[in-house]
């Protein structure tokens, strides 16, 4: 079989392990594979009780990596993220105690409740998949990924995230409210007592080794991009740097970003050659979060998407 075939049909196989676990949220499942798979970090958006936790749980679950939580509150300290060397009466020295960020998948749940501090401690784990402690480097590892939920911003108690972390999200999904026939079958499910935050409980088992993963990160680099979707990707990007209705455009880092998503949407469909169509999928979840609007369109009402949809429109699709 094509090994691009066979990328399509474990996706079929995780998202088939994680909706036992969680219901709906397709969109929001298949991006949250894509960045596992890119090696790229994702910030999930929505209100509380949209199963951003447990989607996040269940995709650890299905590919039977090490899973870490912290819960972000505003008195969280650097240390409490990282660890600390702790002496030890014993041997006359420092041990290190580790914090929770030594771990493979982690959920950095709501982000937004810390204060810059205590956030920015992540910064040189999800650039460099390394920490720092007291002038030692330790490594965290390749398979190193950061889901992060955070509220929205207008929620009373949340610190809005500095630019340069959210520059180092390859993509930002917002998760919204199931529609009626999904919350009818939450509810079912709650009714039937099967609703639990531990996706093993509702019979969420492995379906890919670590082994067999890091294999399949070879595939995203074999989607063939064409000069004209390269040169289109490049022109999204000057076309939001030169906007009235941005005052911060998209950086190089979010060009490279949107590539690397583009091509794992065309790959996790079984294609090996990237499209418009999967640059204009990736387009929002890559520079919805980097970009910082006008002030007027701010009060206008427009949201980021709908800014991104309006300069997209302005730049010319390659056929």
Do not use: C
Request: glycine residues 8%; proline residues 6%.
């Amino acid at each position: 079989m094509d090994q691009v075939e066979a990328l399509k049909e474990l996706k079929a196989a995780i998202v088939t392990e994680v909706r036992k676990a969680v219901v709906g949220q397709d969109d929001a499942i298949e991006g949250l594979l894509i960045a596992l798979l890119a090696q790229g970090h994702v910030l999930l958006e929505g209100v509380p009780g949209t199963a951003k936790t447990l989607m996040v749980r269940a995709l650890a679950a299905s590919i039977g990596l090490s899973f870490g939580r912290i819960q972000f509150t505003p008195d969280l300290m650097p240390s409490d993220i990282l660890g600390t060397n702790v002496f030890d009466l014993k041997s006359g020295g420092f041990n290190l105690t580790k914090g929770p960020v030594f771990t493979e998948l982690l959920l950095a749940d709501e982000i937004n409740r810390a204060p810059a501090k205590t956030q920015s401690a992540l910064l040189e784990a999800m650039q460099e998949r390394q920490v720092s402690i007291d002038g030692k480097r330790y490594p965290l590892g390749t398979d190193f990924t950061v889901f992060a939920t955070q509220n929205p911003i207008e929620q009373e108690g949340t610190y809005p995230l500095p630019e340069a972390q959210l520059d180092r999200f390859l993509l930002k999904i917002k998760v919204g409210y199931p529609s009626a026939d999904e919350e009818d079958e939450i509810l079912q499910r709650a009714t039937m007592a099967v609703s639990s935050m531990d996706p093993t409980d509702s019979g969420v088992t492995p379906v890919i080794t670590a082994a067999q993963l890091a294999e399949v990160r070879a595939l995203g680099h074999q989607v063939l991009v064409e000069d004209p979707v390269r040169r289109y990707i490049g022109e999204l990007l000057r076309a939001t740097r030169s906007s009235p209705m941005l005052v911060l455009g998209a950086g190089p880092r979010a060009g490279v970003h949107l590539l690397v998503a583009s091509r794992w949407y065309a790959a996790i469909q079984g294609r090996r050659f990237l499209t418009p169509d999967d640059v204009q999928r990736a387009l929002h979840a890559v520079l919805g979060h980097r970009l910082v609007l006008a002030p007027e369109v701010e009060l206008d009402g427009l949201s980021a998407e709908e800014v991104i949809d309006r300069i997209a429109r302005g730049v010319t699709v390659p056929r």
